[in-house]
């Protein structure tokens, strides 16, 4: 049986985006080298097939969460990539997180064959894909971005359309590398504040509403105790890794050394999430480097 959908890539973002399509009743083909997320998803309502290269061949539309610009560069520009499968007409959406670059190259070869193709970070986490309510960053044409809409709106409760081809990577890299500065701030200052004697939960809150004001502060406290929900609380397990912070960090000074652009606090952060890294603590959530600064400081 044929899908409308071909998803490839059902990893911790892409399994529960992918079931979120099924859930609103859409066909959908699941595909990942690992066979137990495979099973997740078939077991959540979607099909799949030993066959990958069919499956695309017969898709309206083909969706993929990969983990690098290498991965999604191999899957669309392989001898027996996507683009050398797809029937003409089908709709190419790249969620992973990958190079700006390299998210321009990919199209680039799909817009020479005919093909429309949109890449569409997205931001959330894993409780966002799992709940429906992603932000999708998206770049490339108008008309590609209106076909793709109605599909993303499944999955995120914010649709974007960034730009033109590599506007959706460009976003990702500048949010999620001051996501990065920020988190680190915000661990600074509420470590400064209980080396002073203070409460973490109201030094937070008095910081929550002045100046200092930002995302980690208000609903992803990096402090344990200080939000029961928060993955500090839950002994950093869950949320958004280090790992992928400084692989996303990464992509941030990468684009910078590109495009002659200046970012020292973003190099400093993947600097610092890269010494948190191979500390032992990549499989954390990037908030542990609270716990970093602790070691620091000798506390």
Same mark, same amino acid.
């Given at each position: 049986?044929?899908?409308?959908?071909?998803?490839?890539?059902?990893?911790?973002?892409? !399994?529960?985006?992918?079931?979120?399509?099924?859930?609103?009743?859409?066909?959908?083909?699941?595909?990942?080298?690992?066979?137990?997320?495979?099973?997740?998803?078939?077991?959540?309502?979607?099909?799949?097939?030993?066959?990958?290269?069919?499956?695309?061949?017969?898709?309206?539309? *083909?969706?993929?969460?990969?983990?690098?610009?290498?991965?999604?560069?191999?899957?669309? !520009?392989?001898?027996?990539?996507?683009?050398?499968?797809?029937?003409?007409?089908?709709?190419?959406?790249? @969620?992973?997180?990958?190079?700006?670059?390299?998210?321009?190259?990919?199209?680039?070869?799909?817009?020479?064959?005919?093909? #429309?193709?949109?890449?569409?970070?997205?931001?959330?986490?894993?409780?966002?894909?799992?709940?429906? #309510?992603?932000?999708?960053? *998206?770049?490339?044409?108008?008309?590609?971005?209106?076909?793709?809409?109605?599909?993303?709106?499944?999955?995120?409760?914010?649709?974007?359309?960034?730009?033109?081809?590599?506007?959706?990577?460009?976003?990702?890299? @500048?949010?999620?590398?001051?996501?990065?500065?920020?988190?680190?701030?915000?661990?600074?200052?509420?470590?400064?504040?209980?080396?002073?004697?203070?409460?973490?939960?109201?030094?937070?809150?008095?910081?929550?509403?002045?100046?200092?004001?930002?995302?980690?502060?208000?609903?992803?406290?990096? @402090?344990?105790?200080?939000?029961?929900?928060?993955?500090?609380?839950?002994?950093?397990?869950?949320?958004?890794?280090?790992?992928?912070?400084?692989?996303?960090?990464?992509?941030?000074?990468?684009?910078?050394?590109?495009?002659?652009?200046?970012?020292?606090?973003?190099?400093?952060?993947?600097?610092?999430?890269?010494?948190?890294?191979?500390?032992?603590?990549?499989?954390?959530?990037?908030?542990?480097?609270?716990?970093?600064?602790?070691?620091?400081?000798?506390?």
């Amino acid at each position: 049986m044929s899908s409308d959908i071909v998803f490839i890539g059902l990893g911790n973002m892409g !399994l529960p985006m992918a079931l979120n399509l099924v859930k609103a009743g859409c066909k959908v083909s699941g595909h990942d080298l690992v066979a137990a997320s495979v099973d997740k998803f078939v077991a959540g309502g979607g099909s799949t097939g030993s066959d990958l290269p069919a499956a695309v061949a017969a898709a309206r539309i *083909v969706i993929t969460m990969l983990p690098a610009s290498r991965h999604v560069e191999a899957a669309y !520009l392989g001898p027996n990539g996507i683009l050398a499968q797809v029937a003409p007409g089908t709709l190419l959406i790249d @969620c992973s997180t990958i190079a700006p670059e390299a998210a321009r190259k990919v199209a680039a070869v799909a817009r020479d064959k005919g093909f #429309t193709m949109l890449d569409a970070p997205v931001s959330g986490g894993t409780g966002g894909a799992a709940a429906g #309510t992603l932000t999708f960053m *998206v770049g490339g044409s108008a008309d590609g971005f209106a076909l793709a809409k109605p599909y993303l709106e499944k999955m995120g409760k914010a649709i974007f359309h960034a730009g033109d081809n590599g506007s959706g990577q460009t976003v990702k890299v @500048c949010n999620n590398m001051l996501l990065g500065i920020l988190m680190i701030g915000s661990c600074e200052a509420i470590r400064l504040g209980m080396a002073n004697g203070m409460d973490p939960k109201v030094l937070s809150e008095i910081m929550a509403k002045s100046s200092g004001r930002n995302w980690a502060l208000e609903v992803y406290n990096p @402090c344990p105790g200080v939000m029961e929900n928060a993955p500090a609380s839950k002994g950093y397990a869950g949320g958004f890794g280090v790992d992928l912070m400084l692989k996303d960090l990464g992509l941030a000074v990468e684009n910078s050394l590109s495009t002659g652009s200046s970012v020292p606090l973003g190099a400093l952060a993947r600097n610092l999430y890269d010494i948190h890294s191979k500390s032992g603590a990549g499989g954390l959530d990037f908030s542990s480097i609270f716990n970093m600064l602790a070691k620091t400081e000798g506390a």
